[in-house]
């Protein structure tokens, strides 16, 4: 290796290092103000890490707002929603890639149609509707909109179309009917596009404010950010300690899923340029 | 029994069957024989409910099955791609038809059925069922692996696995052993052989390997574009081919064609001229020697010259052009002297075996040649 | 035994009735959930329906033109676009330095290059209101930690987000913070299509030098991603919702006020359910336009190879 390659090395490491360091420091300040005392923090020292782990923040948050119930929001929302998404997406994709139909051209159509279409635009339209329904302040409101998940179909006809149509036929041989080859043999064959999809969802809909803020005013049934935004609006800013704890609590689950599955995450930006 | 009653499929304006009729009974080999293209994969994925014919029957059991999808017909198969479950463990794909079969969707439920005594017995009955089939096939060692850690032979018996372990109407077996090496091939074709011995059930075999076909079956059906030109033993096939196309199908070496000019009952060619024991009304016929058949001789007149001696062992072939320039192959059983490359040969053949065909039509014709009057260099 | 099940029905009808069981829900979940709520977008967008009033006044192209002459819709399309000027090129410089250099280090220490991969990402998976709320602490202008290293260095700090001029700006530079790791993935995913072969080839065609080299194989391989990246970071600057929500509300005084925040507030707060659809309307024509670029780009893309 001669040194005009060594140099070169070490710049780019250089920099991208400098670059990391500046991405990531709102998450080494958020961890590092979540542990600091309100001394520390309105002290016009500047003081990078922590004098000593001041969890008393966490607790504060705990018992400012209902966190805890903030984050069983989120995870009823967030399973709820992929667990509909998969019920309709999954068969509907398998007929797509597998079976030949009448109405299979138009049906695929409408879903290449409704990935142009971003959930901003039927925002008052199901508004209304849930409105009509009784359903606002609801899980309902928070799960129903999204059922119907073009991209997931839309992923899982692209997985499904790739099984070989004699794995399919082997099932049918083997006296599995239709609906039992869709979760019994195309789903499990599927699981790469499934973690993809699930990664996707999942991140989307815990760090989606947009929806709840419309239909959910009710505090018990805020979601992580809505539940955020109604701890530091009720704090105006002089909690900060316990804010950022907040913030930790709420970011750490996602990031540890994405730390875990980052490999098929990735690989579904990649496959998904379609989603934007 | 099955029977297939004048099927014909189209798919849109293609024909891809036309009138086809076949009876397979019970416990017989039967082998459905053609080139690609043929028809005889879909024959067998209409026999199978994968494929439903156009118009026709499907028969099973004196039951009439064309509307019943495949999961309702107790049949088994195994494909060319073998089409095992990718993402299940070998026994959990043995595993699969039985409980598809015998358990009901409660018995079914995962982590449910743990609770349900019977669900419970019958899956320790799979079990012992799921051991035997492996101990039988040889692939006890197996059972824990996924399909992606096997060799191709041992997909092959796993696929096997997953048929036999049921107690089908039918074996289907698609292009089974076409994935395979030579040499596993010939072992795999005497373990079928085997097999069916030993269940007794009904074996349906697509190929078109016609080696395969000739050594396995009981009944053999020839599928050419769509339409079976012929069906019988091997025996049939090979000693009274209906058609030119048959007889040059079938056979380890290609058959030797030979145009003739007819007057009654007096052939004309280039070997000479011969006495069929019967008059033809057509003008021209194609004689079918087969060249395990010919032989060279030093009795008759020389009307031949070696041009290319292949040997192999246990036999040889000879190619020889004759006067008119036509190639000729002789298979040569006495193997310890070999004709030079260059000489001249007289050529005989075994006059019983020997085929007309039709020209215009290709069609066998149901005479004989009874005797060789003379020979072409005589003339 | 019985060898078979008999059918109850004929094939066809047996048939029928699976691809509807397999098909029919999702349909069904998608025109009730997309198709129809779209169509009523843009029926409401020529009324002046308000939530929870009885009746409704068909006012053509009214909303429409208030939006584009009354202040505040003005400023709500201009900030978005402005917002999305900032975003659009330097998300991509930015993310095509870093994927160029992850790609670099890639080829001579694969964890590394992984460490670097995942830290520059990470934004993309972390919830954007609560970091949100942390940019709001390092922004603060007497306690936030931009402020007291500017100081620190001579620097006077600034009021980030309660200046009217620099509002739109702070919020683009967040919104670059959390679109650059997204675009590097999509640009090493074309870095790493680019053969390996171009590069000798260009080696001897005399073009040894790094920039030589990019300019002659890495620029032009990398077209139709660019103009693929290009299009997405639109897209999702057009939606910038949640910066805006948290940080500012629109503030001050209009100052970050944009298309999707000015849908909400106007629908969602003011329940003008006419007006609202008639900004949701402008906002998706954009977004569409955007999309159907892309999907000419892909067809493009799929054509070179």
């Known amino acids: 290796m001669n040194a005009r390659t060594y140099t070169s090395r070490a710049l780019t490491v250089f920099f991208l290092t400098i670059g990391a360091a500046i991405l990531l420091l709102p998450f080494f300040w958020m961890v590092s103000l979540s542990l600091k005392t309100p001394e520390e923090i309105f002290s016009p020292e500047l003081t990078f890490f922590p004098g000593s782990f001041y969890f008393d923040n966490y607790i504060k948050a705990f018992q400012q707002v209902p966190l805890h119930r903030f984050l069983l929001n989120g995870v009823m929302v967030c399973g709820g929603i992929l667990f509909f998404q998969m019920m309709f997406a999954v068969p509907c994709a398998y007929a797509l890639a597998q079976r030949q139909f009448a109405g299979r051209t138009i049906v695929f159509g409408m879903v290449l149609a409704g990935l142009l279409v971003p959930y901003h635009v039927t925002a008052v339209p199901i508004f209304l509707g849930l409105a009509q329904l009784q359903l606002l302040n609801t899980y309902a409101a928070l799960v129903l909109p999204f059922v119907a998940s073009v991209f997931g179909i839309f992923l899982f006809r692209q997985f499904m179309a790739t099984l070989p149509p004699d794995l399919i036929d082997a099932a049918r041989v083997d006296g599995l009917s239709e609906m039992a080859i869709v979760w019994r043999i195309a789903f499990p064959a599927a699981w790469p596009a499934a973690t993809t999809f699930a990664i996707f969802s999942i991140v989307a809909h815990w760090n989606d404010l947009f929806w709840p803020m419309i239909v959910i005013s009710d505090a018990d049934l805020a979601t992580p950010p809505q539940g955020i935004l109604f701890f530091r609006d009720e704090e105006s800013g002089s909690d900060v300690g316990p804010l950022m704890a907040a913030a930790t609590v709420v970011t750490t689950p996602l990031v540890l899923l994405f730390l875990i599955a980052q490999r098929w995450f990735i690989q579904g930006v990649t496959m998904s340029g379609i989603k934007g | 029994m099955i029977e297939l009653r004048n099927i014909k499929r189209q798919f849109g304006q293609t024909t891809v069957l036309e009138d ?331 006059l019983s075996r020997a085929h007309v065909f039709d020209a215009q039509t290709g069609l066998r014709l149901d005479v004989k040649v009874a005797a060789c009057v003379q020979d072409a260099a005589a003339e | 035994m019985a060898t078979v099940t008999t059918p109850m029905l004929p094939r066809r009808v047996h048939n029928a009735l699976t691809d509807l069981a397999l098909v029919g829900p999702a349909t069904l979940a998608m025109l009730c959930l997309i198709f129809v709520p779209a169509v009523l977008v843009a029926v409401l967008s020529f009324t002046d329906y308000q939530f ?222 006419g007006y609202a659809s008639a900004i949701t309307m402008v906002f998706f024509i954009f977004v569409f336009a955007l999309t159907m670029l892309k999907v000419v780009v892909a067809e493009r893309k799929v054509h070179y190879r």
Request: charged share 20%; hydrophobic share 45%; proline share 4%.
């Open chain 3, 52 to 273: 929870g009033a009885k009746a409704f006044n068909w006012i053509g192209l009214e909303n429409y033109v208030e939006l584009f002459t009354d202040r505040t819709g003005k400023r709500a399309v201009f900030n978005t676009l402005y917002y999305a000027a900032i975003v659009i090129p330097c998300s991509m410089i930015l993310s095509l330095l870093v994927a160029m250099g992850v790609h670099q280090v890639a080829s001579w220490n694969k964890t590394c290059a992984n460490i670097f991969r995942t830290s520059f990402f990470l934004p993309v998976a972390a919830t954007l209101v609560a970091m949100a709320t942390v940019w709001e602490m390092l922004l603060h202008p007497t306690l936030g930690l931009v402020n007291i290293v500017l100081d620190m260095i001579g620097i006077g700090g600034e009021r980030w987000l309660s200046d009217r001029k620099l509002v739109l700006t702070t919020l683009a530079a967040i919104g670059v913070w959390e679109t650059v790791g997204y675009n590097m993935v999509l640009f090493l995913a074309g870095l790493a299509s680019i053969p390996r072969h171009l590069y000798e080839a260009a080696e001897i065609d005399g073009a040894d030098r790094g920039w030589e080299r990019f300019w002659t194989v890495t620029w032009p391989m990398l077209g139709p991603t660019t103009l693929f990246v290009m299009v997405i970071t639109a897209t999702r600057s057009f939606r910038v919702f949640e910066t805006v929500a948290t940080l500012t509300k629109g503030g001050p005084a209009f100052a970050s006020d944009t298309l999707v925040y000015a849908m909400y507030r106007e629908g969602f707060i003011y329940f003008k359910a």
């Open chain 2, 20 to 350: 086809i009729s076949l009876t397979v009974e019970n416990g017989s080999f039967t082998t459905l024989l053609g080139a690609s293209g043929s028809g005889k994969s879909t024959t067998l994925r209409i026999i199978a409910g994968l494929d439903t014919p156009t118009s026709g029957s499907v028969m099973i059991n004196g039951q009439d099955v064309t509307q019943a999808p495949a999961a309702a017909r107790n049949i088994a198969m195994v494909f060319q791609s073998y089409a095992l479950y990718p993402h299940m463990d070998v026994r959990g794909n043995i595993t699969l038809p039985l409980a598809m079969r015998n358990m009901n969707r409660l018995e079914r439920a995962p982590l449910l059925n743990k609770l349900l005594p019977s669900a419970r017995q019958k899956a320790q009955n799979h079990q012992e069922q799921v051991e035997s089939i492996a101990r039988m096939l040889e692939i006890e060692h197996l059972l824990a692996r996924k399909p992606s850690q096997l060799s191709g032979g041992q997909k092959q018996r796993v696929a096997m696995g997953r048929a036999l372990v049921r107690d089908p109407v039918a074996f289907l077996l698609d292009e089974p052993l076409s994935n395979l090496d030579a040499k596993l091939r010939g072992q795999m074709r005497g373990e079928l052989i085997d097999l069916h011995k030993r269940t007794g059930k009904t074996f349906i075999y697509v190929t078109h390997d016609q080696a395969e076909a000739m050594s396995m079956s009981d009944q053999i059906a020839i599928f050419m574009h769509g339409v079976i030109v012929q069906k019988g033993t091997p025996h049939d096939l090979y000693e009274r081919p209906a058609t030119k196309e048959v007889a040059a199908f079938i056979g380890d070496h290609p058959i030797n064609f030979i145009e003739c000019s007819v007057e009654g009952n007096v052939v004309r060619g280039p070997l000479g001229i011969f006495v069929l024991d019967e008059a033809v009304s057509c003008q021209n016929v194609v004689i079918g020697v087969r060249p395990e058949v010919m032989e060279l001789s030093s009795e008759t007149a020389v009307n031949g010259k070696v041009e290319r001696v292949e040997y192999f062992g246990s036999k040889a072939t000879a190619s020889l052009s004759l006067s008119n320039g036509q190639m000729i192959q002789v298979v040569l059983e006495d193997t310890s002297t070999l004709p030079e490359t260059g000489s001249a040969c007289g050529l005989s053949f075994e």
